[in-house]
Nanobody, 128 residues
Framework: QVHLVESGGGLVQPGGSLRLSCTTS????????IGWFRQAPGKEREGVVC????????YYSEAAKGRFTISRDNAEKTVYLQMNNLKVEDTAVYYC?????????????????????WGQGTQVTVSS
């Protein structure tokens, strides 16, 4: 069973930064894909940043480009999401997810339904 635990969320002012962490129960290299998703109140869960372990590519959503960076520490089994220049519209619950079955290899990147295991989420609130 894969376990994912997110941390690092909180309240931040517009323009501020946060770093989210996702600790996994396995080495991240075991997954076909690993990524961060978010869900704002009343909205669908959307992909933010996803890594394709098969070809090493990284997908950033338009909202994330230039402001968010994904990184990982395989030894620590941790994936990070560095978020800079946060905006009010970034307010959401952020989830870490992994694709262990390979579904993400056969569709566009960062599709929610391709990811099998999810953390419990961490709340990010951007407000003045």
């Amino acid at each position: 069973q894969v376990h994912l635990v997110e941390s690092g969320g909180g309240l931040v002012q517009p323009g501020g930064s946060l770093r989210l962490s996702c600790t996994t129960s396995e080495f991240t290299s075991k997954y076909y894909g690993i990524g961060w998703f978010r869900q704002a109140p009343g909205k669908e869960r959307e992909g933010v940043v996803c890594i394709n372990n098969s070809d090493g590519s990284t997908y950033y959503s338009e909202a994330a480009k230039g402001r968010f960076t994904i990184s990982r520490d395989n030894a620590e089994k941790t994936v990070y999401l560095q978020m800079n220049n946060l905006k009010v519209e970034d307010t959401a619950v952020y989830y870490c997810a992994t694709d262990r079955d390979g579904d993400s290899l056969y569709s566009p990147p960062c599709i929610r339904d391709d990811y099998d295991y999810w953390g419990q989420g961490t709340q990010v609130t951007v407000s003045s």
